[in-house]
């Protein structure tokens, strides 16, 4: 997995890019980002499914927060992303979330 931030100049937002790799998604058919950002909506930010078999999405974040988020494949397996800038214990679902610093 992987996440990518790109700072726009002369803006408060970032732009991070979420990616999942085809050996990662594992034959999913649907992925979507799931975190604070979204309300832990699963159909706020679904990703879209490249050729290549990769799940990808872009957001447009604020600068100066941090967010927790996990992903969620076909309805019901979550991941944490392995490129994350940390991990926060959930007791709530029992697992770590990734956690995502702007």
Do not use: H
């Amino acid at each position: 997995m992987s996440l990518a931030k790109n700072y726009p100049k002369n803006s408060s937002k970032c732009r991070v890019t979420f990616k999942i790799p085809k050996d990662v998604a594992n034959n999913a058919e649907q992925a979507s980002v799931v975190g604070d950002f979204n309300g832990w909506d699963a159909s706020a930010a679904q990703m879209k499914k490249l050729k290549t078999g990769c799940f990808s999405l872009t957001l447009s974040l604020p600068v100066g927060s941090t967010y927790q988020f996990r992903y969620l494949l076909n309805d019901d397996s979550w991941m944490s992303d392995s490129e994350a800038d940390g991990y926060a214990y959930c007791t709530y679902a029992n697992c770590e979330n990734s956690i995502l610093t702007i």
